[in-house]
């Protein structure tokens, strides 16, 4: 790689009591690229993205977002910064509608008196704002973008949901199993869904347990082993008992990948 | 487009599955997606019917514009209590102490004007800071002390009932001192006639009051952030929503709109009493709210089917009365609503897909 990363984190350390969750991790994401982010249950990879993405303060260690420091001290700082996160809950409001959950948060007002004085939404915009959206990533056949959003279906709300963070995210987007809730129509439509972003230029983190979907879709995976980044493949080089192999310890990663 | 996996070839790439399209053409169905969209529709139909009802069993003598005024001046400060009591419960929270608060508010109110010779502005003003100030300790205990607030406000009706009698000594405050000292308090009370129908000041605040409110929670950002609050925390959190504020704001308001309602209810009462604490204002509330379709599980239901819900217990004990039924039936039939009303609210959840 001989472009700089664009979010870069040194020796995160997190303890939970006597549980040490993020041993000394290190983490790089380049431009434009997926990265997958493995490892087994307990590994840390739920904490190193949740200190990425500010919901976990790491005790040790420092992040840089475009080779400045930064520290988050919570999701909404994050946010503010350009890194946005799907959630696997999604972090939608059911009777919400659409557009109403894509702009939770970050509504926009109606300009002069209504919006300065009496606080009014600007709906129209918002709904604009929306549908381009859904329909620039091709999620928009008929619309009803006031439709509240527990009427979708499950592929659909994840659709509403990288939506939001496509619009909002500037640097970066998480994405936290976006196909474990999905079936296999929906799975497949979400990872086009995923490569589309990236097409947009925006890098993404996937955390995923699904290898067939890492190794679809990854530029790059991050293997992370008892909470610290083990190595780096590339996913052309290696089979995916390779990566589970890495994963579990059952054997040992090669000199080149061996993360410093 | 990403190459597919060998499971995956039967499906035709074609399929949209992610896309965005209409449901459910049985009429049932399109019901049930009515309703869901537009949740004050059936308090709103079951308003209708129960003044058709009436009418045709009575005949004009309900139908009067005097007989239905005089439905909304009865039900004027239960449906103001509503409205406080909705914001609250959009939240999935519950406030039992908004009628303690607003008797509290409305001795304070009497106190300071009568008894202390306070200037009545300044007087009003006091009152609506403590039913501020009572909403803001709910508030407090809900969002820091994460208590439930089923007992937070169960905690706090017992507290500001009992401040409101030892304080108050339970000395009624008589109408016509209210009158020669403070006649700003009996502001509500006015009432001006429109051929036959009586409309007073306290039932045109409901319906301002209501109106204001159905703005703030569908054309604001903060009411947006009371229904996400209420229909899952968690994802208000995550989406960016200082969930706190939000609760703190919502009960405060809802004491500050008790404080209101004492006011209107010292224009209707002539009188202030603090043994009216002991009157089951927060349950007429709390029934008026959830007739309305405000489902009790937080974030669904519109401001409007409060005030309808509220007109729908008013209309059927007037109806009964001039029947001239025994006022237990009335009783009987608001179980009866209250229970088919979340029976309703379960089955337009089930909307989904």
Request: charged share 15%; with cysteine.
């Amino acid at each position: 790689m001989t472009q700089e990363p664009i979010l870069t984190a040194r020796g995160l350390l997190k303890r939970y009591g006597r549980v040490t969750a993020l041993n000394n991790c290190d983490f790089d994401l380049y431009p434009g690229e997926i990265l997958a982010v493995i490892g087994d249950n307990g590994a840390g990879k739920s904490t190193l993205i949740k200190a990425i993405s500010g919901a976990v303060i790491p005790d040790e260690g420092i992040i840089e977002l475009d080779g400045k420091q930064v520290l988050f001290k919570s999701p909404i700082e994050a946010r503010e910064a350009g890194i946005e996160t799907v959630y696997q809950n999604l972090a939608l409001s059911p009777a919400l509608s659409i557009a109403d959950n894509m702009f939770l948060g970050r509504e926009i007002r109606k300009p002069g008196f209504l919006g300065d004085w009496l606080r009014m939404l600007d709906r129209p915009a918002m709904e604009k704002r929306a549908r381009d959206k859904l329909t620039e990533l091709g999620l928009m056949t008929i619309q009803n973008i006031s439709q509240a959003v527990e009427t979708l279906s499950g592929g659909q709300r994840q659709g509403v949901a990288v939506a939001r963070a496509a619009a909002f995210g500037s640097k970066m987007v998480i994405m936290d199993e976006p196909t474990a809730a999905l079936g296999v129509k929906e799975s497949r439509r979400v990872l086009e869904l995923i490569l589309d972003v990236k097409k947009r230029g925006l890098p993404i983190v996937l955390i995923s347990h699904n290898m067939p979907h890492v190794f679809e879709v990854a530029d790059r995976i991050h293997i992370h082993r008892l909470g610290r980044r083990l190595c780096v493949i590339d996913p052309k080089q290696y089979t995916m008992s390779d990566a589970v192999a890495f994963m579990t310890g059952a054997k040992l990663p090669p000199e080149a990948a061996l993360a410093a | 487009m990403s190459q597919v996996q060998e499971f995956e070839k039967a499906i035709s790439s074609s399929d949209s599955v992610a896309a965005f399209d209409e449901h459910g053409t049985s009429v049932v169905k399109r019901i049930q997606h009515f309703l869901h969209s537009t949740p004050a529709a059936v308090p709103l139909i079951v308003l209708v019917l129960a003044i058709a009802v009436f009418g045709v069993t009575i005949g004009g003598r309900f139908f009067s514009s005097y007989t239905l005024t005089l439905i909304l001046q009865q039900i004027a400060i239960v449906g103001i209590l509503g409205a406080a009591q909705t914001l609250v419960i959009l939240t999935a929270g519950i406030d039992l102490s908004i009628g303690v608060i607003m008797v509290i508010s409305a001795v304070i109110m009497g106190n300071c004007a009568v008894t202390y010779g306070l200037p009545t502005l300044l007087a009003v003003v006091i009152g609506l800071a403590a039913g501020g100030a009572c909403g803001l300790l709910n508030g407090l205990l809900v969002a820091y002390m994460k208590l439930p607030p089923f007992i937070v406000t169960l905690g706090t009706w017992n507290i500001v009932m009992a401040t409101n009698f030892i304080y108050s000594a339970n000395e009624t405050i008589r109408d016509a001192d209210v009158d020669v000292q403070a006649p700003l308090l009996h502001l509500f009370g006015l009432n001006f006639k429109v051929g036959t129908a009586v409309l007073t000041l306290g039932v045109i605040a409901m319906v301002v009051l209501v109106l204001i409110l159905w703005y703030v929670l569908n054309h604001t950002a903060w009411g947006r952030h009371v229904y996400a609050v209420g229909d899952d925390p968690e994802a208000a959190k995550l989406s960016g929503i200082q969930t706190r504020k939000v609760l703190i704001s919502v009960y405060t308001l809802a004491g500050l709109i008790a404080a209101f309602a004492a006011w209107v209810s010292i224009g209707r009462n002539g009188s202030i009493s603090p043994s009216a604490a002991v009157t089951d204002y927060n349950l007429q509330a709390i029934t008026a709210t959830v007739i309305g379709g405000i489902s009790l599980f937080g974030g669904r239901g519109s401001i409007l089917g409060t005030l309808f819900g509220a007109m729908i217990v008013g209309v059927v004990s007037m109806g009964l009365n001039m029947m001239g039924a025994d006022p237990q039936w009335k009783v009987l039939l608001t179980g009866v609503l209250i229970i088919g009303a979340v029976a309703i609210d379960q089955w337009i959840r089930k909307v989904s897909v």
